[in-house]
């Protein structure tokens, strides 16, 4: 059983603070990693993808993966209220093929 | 940048109704398309595969009589919800592979709600 486990929250961080999103696999051979930010009603919306161990950096988010662990976090630096959504993260066997998600973990940054 | 096109974005109507739903690849060829459902407060759960010039391959426990699924060309694939009743209520959200190889883009999502 294909599983993507996360912690439903809620996170709250105040603004300016790190905000640190966990998310472990089952499925070992999984290749394609993917962070997406889903605001209430709307549709996904692509934060980060990793394919390999390390980390990977793009503006104020952090991506880390850990296929070892079977674990893939995502760090929110200088978290702002905009950033108040719930985030998904994916997992895939290849890049292209049908994405498996967790539930989600719900983010709440205060002014 | 690549943009898939989801339509309609909401739907009310009785239960008994048949829903079909269009979901659009706007820059590229799609050979492959997915479709997925969310329930309030769940994640997305992968409904079938959608590939262009074949049958679409159906998740467990999906019954593809009632969620019908055609993609008849690259840039188009639908899905019809047959008979439709309150429980079939959800989110619908497609998604379609860039043959480039890069992350799956998904559609606005259509919301449908059955009296």
């Known amino acids: 059983q294909k599983e993507v486990e996360q912690n439903s929250g809620p996170l709250s961080v105040p603004e300016g603070a790190i905000a640190s999103l966990n998310c472990t696999y089952s499925d070992r051979v999984s290749q394609s990693f993917f962070w997406y930010r889903q605001y209430s009603g709307k549709s996904p919306e692509l934060i980060m993808s990793?394919?390999?161990?390390g980390d990977k950096e793009d503006g104020r988010f952090t991506a880390q993966l850990n296929k070892a662990s079977q674990y893939v976090s995502l760090l929110i630096r200088d978290s702002q209220p905009s950033d108040s959504a719930t985030y998904l993260c994916?997992?895939?066997?290849?890049?292209?093929?049908?994405?498996?998600f967790g539930k989600g973990t719900t983010l709440s940054v205060s002014s | 940048g690549a943009v898939v096109s989801q339509h309609p974005s909401r739907v009310i109507c009785k239960s008994g109704t048949s829903v079909k739903i269009e979901c659009r690849s706007l820059?590229?060829?799609?050979?492959?398309m997915f479709w997925y459902r969310q329930f309030p407060k769940q994640s997305l759960m992968l409904m079938a595969t959608s590939n262009e010039g074949s049958k679409a391959t159906y998740e467990q426990g999906v019954e593809k009589d009632k969620f019908l699924i055609n993609h008849a060309s690259l840039t188009l694939s639908t899905l019809t919800v047959t008979s439709a009743h309150p429980e079939d209520s959800s989110f619908y959200i497609c998604?379609?592979?860039?043959?480039?190889?890069?992350?799956?883009?998904f559609g606005d999502g259509t919301r449908l709600s059955i009296l």
């Open positions: 990793i394919y390999s161990n």
């Open positions: 820059d590229f060829q799609a050979t492959t």
């Open positions: 998604s379609a592979r860039d043959p480039s190889g890069q992350p799956q883009h």
């Open positions: 994916a997992v895939a066997r290849e890049a292209g093929t049908a994405l498996i």
